[in-house]
């Protein structure tokens, strides 16, 4: 449009202007975004799309050149039922994955971070095998169809009881690779709808060094996990030959036992070293080629043949004795893992302390720092939580509801049926984990009380100084909403507690490498005549029962998904925030949305710019995407758009959690390439967003001079505590949602498209 045309009626000149919305977490409806009861989609598709009001169909703000376009991409996150129950028995993937996002700058490459977490990452693909090795391999194979009670009125069981021990052992074994194979089909099917802008050639990610979040190719992580799932495939399989042929050698040991079972170790050191370099790249000698596979082909056929051999040489009857106990080696491997993870999860927590107290970057940080090994906390406590509660409860409903323990001897000619006695210390330490973390926090949110009071109170004293006596409750109400909005803040120390007692659970568990577990540690210590051993073994299944409460709630929470939608965007919001960064760690954990997201919403600004220019409102979590969206655009782009944010989290959450790739410095850099051409809104009442330059914290004064003290604008909320004369309730309170609606919203994007014209005449907005 040429800025020269006149306005419809002769009005003043204008240059064309689109707003371009875009939502936040749980997403929400193009209709209500737009304010439009009847819009179309312009460009993308049903999984993200961008809408329009449709011409013809009630008011359009299309008259005066402004016109007002939304970006809806809450599919992505929100998509059907399956997918959704899929995303949340993923959850330790996607948490060991944030954990290298949110590790401290650097200032450079070099970091231990990035090849810790992939470690750690790679014990959990491990612990995830061997839980389902735990309950086919051990429990059913090894333990029960045995025993003629355990497979008593059990036809789905009972003919696996005429197998010989080794046909059984061979067949069960391939229910763990095919849960394994389960896992690569739901990240591929998953990621499907998020692969429509592949990266142009040297633009897919590679490099451990400190990446920033505006180098090209940055949303692009398809080739990383590639190699990250053949890798992770070689370390699930060979775990699963480990354990194959330690029980062979242990039933009857032999030559070819013993070289299988030196290659599968063998297999398992070389995805170790794969895993500790980073993903070189060939081509053009200056870094810019695709990722070189070269190492990762071998590994791959090797772990298939190897996997192929050993199921060859296990179903070789070899006549052994009736197999007693749980499965050779097995518990050994559940132990010794478990000691692995504490000792990486204690370097990771090492390594964060000193790239924080050395690292470039001294911005405000949350968690103390510690975020990228409370993830990898949280991420083990919740792969441990998952296996326990999956192994016992099967073990409980083949035992039928008799699990032997001190408190509870087993029956005279009953299966053993008793997993590992580390997945009892990791019931203890959830247990003991919940409670302590569930009692800080009530300590925090009620010790925080007075304080968070006394600051709402100077801030409803601020916005309304005379009430009358019938808008007292009402402005009391408004305080006690501002004093919630800040409990975030609080919560710190509740999440450095969880990080301590995962550390010294992990450690604790690793004494069962010596044979000592929870009964036996207490009957050591504490020379009773069986007491303590009695109440501590009724608090692993305390522990138990809990943690299968858990998992079940998460199974229901799935299953209401399906049939609420508003349940379904409630689970999203998690996903939002946990799978906005690429899989640069685990292969299986749920995709990167904005691995579309943002390429699609840079690719609609740039085209915009081509015929005008473009407000970028982000709302919430919009708010990131537009951000990263500017910092990948050219120059010549961001030249015609503005930013306006509004019930933002980019500094009260990701400056603070991410501070390497969206902290303060990053913020800066985005303000001063955009001209600061940038107005942020935020509100006291608003638990999520806040202001991004000019406080740390809801309520406080601005302290920041220069463009940045500039961006940010507080609005009232509510508007007022009386009763309009024309109306019969007080104005709501809108704490997160809507902005769009308040004036300070309508005058902010004015005044964004006013400095945007070269006249510096904003243009007319209709209604």
């Known amino acids: 449009m040429n800025p020269d045309r006149q306005l419809p009626g002769g009005g003043a000149l204008a240059h064309e202007v689109v707003e371009l919305r875009v939502h936040g977490v749980s997403g929400t409806s193009a209709e209500s975004l737009l304010d439009h009861p009847v819009v179309i989609r312009v460009a993308g598709d049903t999984n993200a799309g961008f809408y329009r009001p449709r011409p013809g169909f009630g008011i359009s703000d299309r008259p005066g050149g402004m016109h007002v376009e939304a970006y809806r991409w809450g599919a992505l996150t929100a998509g059907g039922a399956v997918r959704t129950l899929s995303l949340l028995f993923l959850l330790p993937f996607m948490l060991v994955n944030l954990a290298v996002w949110a590790r401290p700058p650097t200032g450079g490459s070099g970091s231990p971070i990035g090849p810790l977490c992939r470690l750690l990452a790679a014990t959990l693909t491990v612990a995830f095998v061997l839980s389902i090795v735990g309950v086919t391999v051990d429990i059913v194979g090894w333990q029960c169809t045995p025993y003629e009670p355990c497979v008593r009125n059990r036809p789905y069981l009972s003919w696996l009881s005429y197998l010989p021990l080794g046909p059984r052992l061979a067949l069960l074994a391939l229910v763990p690779i095919g849960a394994l194979r389960l896992l690569w089909w739901l990240g591929e099917r998953s990621a499907r709808v998020f692969e429509a802008f592949p990266a142009a050639r ?203 323990n001190p408190a509870r001897p087993n029956l005279p000619g009953a299966p053993p049926l008793e997993p590992p006695v580390s997945y009892r210390w990791a019931a203890l330490a959830g247990l003991v984990a919940i409670v302590v973390v569930a009692a800080t926090t009530m300590w925090r949110v009620l010790s925080s009380r007075r304080r968070r009071r006394r600051m709402a109170e100077e801030v409803v004293r601020r916005d309304f100084p005379d009430v009358p006596p019938e808008a007292v409750n009402r402005r009391r109400a408004v305080r006690e909403v501002v004093a919630r909005a800040a409990i975030a803040e609080q919560l710190t120390p509740a999440f450095i507690v969880f990080l301590v007692l995962s ?242 919203y309508e005058a902010a994007v004015h005044e964004l498209a006013g400095r945007l014209d070269p006249t510096g005449q904003p243009p007319r907005r209709h209604r």
């Open 202 to 404: 040297g633009q897919d990610r590679g490099g451990d060094g400190e990446d920033r979040i505006d180098s090209p190719g940055f949303w692009n992580d398809a080739l990383v996990v590639q190699r990250l799932r053949a890798i992770h495939r070689a370390v699930g399989l060979g775990t699963l030959d480990v354990i194959l042929l330690g029980a062979q050698i242990n039933i009857f040991p032999t030559p070819v036992a013993y070289v299988l079972f030196v290659a599968a170790w063998l297999l398992l050191a070389a995805c170790v070293v794969l895993l500790t370099m980073p993903a070189r790249r060939v081509g053009d000698g200056q870094g810019r080629g695709p990722v070189d596979f070269r190492g990762i082909r071998p590994v791959r056929v090797v772990a298939t043949g190897l996997t192929v051999l050993a199921l060859i040489y296990t179903v070789i009857p070899l006549e052994p004795p009736p197999p007693r106990e749980q499965l050779p080696g097995y518990e050994g491997a559940v132990a010794a893992l478990v000691a692995v993870q504490a000792a990486l999860l204690a370097a990771l927590t090492a390594a964060t302390l000193h790239q924080r107290r050395h690292g470039a970057g001294k911005g405000t940080s949350w968690l103390s720092g510690l975020a990228a090994p409370v993830f990898a906390a949280a991420a083990i406590a919740a792969a441990y939580g998952f296996s326990a509660a999956l192994v016992y409860r099967v073990a409980d409903f083949l035992d039928r509801g008799e699990i032997p």
């Open 503 to 744: 550390l010294i659970g992990v450690a604790a568990v690793g004494l069962d490498l010596i044979g000592i577990g929870p009964s036996d540690l207490s009957r050591r210590m504490i020379h009773t005549d069986g007491t303590a051993t009695t109440n501590l073994a009724i608090a692993t299944d305390v522990g138990m029962y809990v943690i299968g409460l858990v998992g079940l709630g998460i199974l229901v929470l799935g299953v209401l998904s399906y049939r609420s939608e508003e349940t379904r965007r409630t689970v999203a919001v998690i996903w939002d925030l946990g799978t906005f960064w690429p899989r640069t760690v685990h292969p299986f954990a749920p995709p990167c949305y904005a691995e579309r997201a943002v390429p699609e919403l840079a690719k609609r600004v740039t085209a915009l710019t081509a015929r005008g220019d473009v407000v970028l409102s982000g709302h919430s979590h919009g708010s990131v995407l537009a951000a990263a969206t500017l910092l990948q655009l050219p120059d010549s782009v961001r030249q015609r758009v503005a930013l306006l944010t509004h019930g933002s989290p980019l500094h009260r959450l990701y400056a603070r959690l991410f501070p390497a790739f969206l902290g303060d410095a990053t913020l800066h850099e985005l303000g001063d390439r955009i001209g600061w051409r940038w107005v942020n809104l935020w509100r006291d009442t608003d638990p999520v967003g806040g202001p991004i330059f000019s406080a740390h914290h809801p309520g406080e004064r601005p302290r920041v001079s220069g463009p940045a003290g500039t961006v940010d604008r507080r609005l009232r909320d509510p508007r007022a505590v009386v009763v309009d004369p024309d109306d019969t309730v007080p104005p709501p309170i809108d704490q997160h949602w809507p902005y769009h609606t308040d004036r300070g």
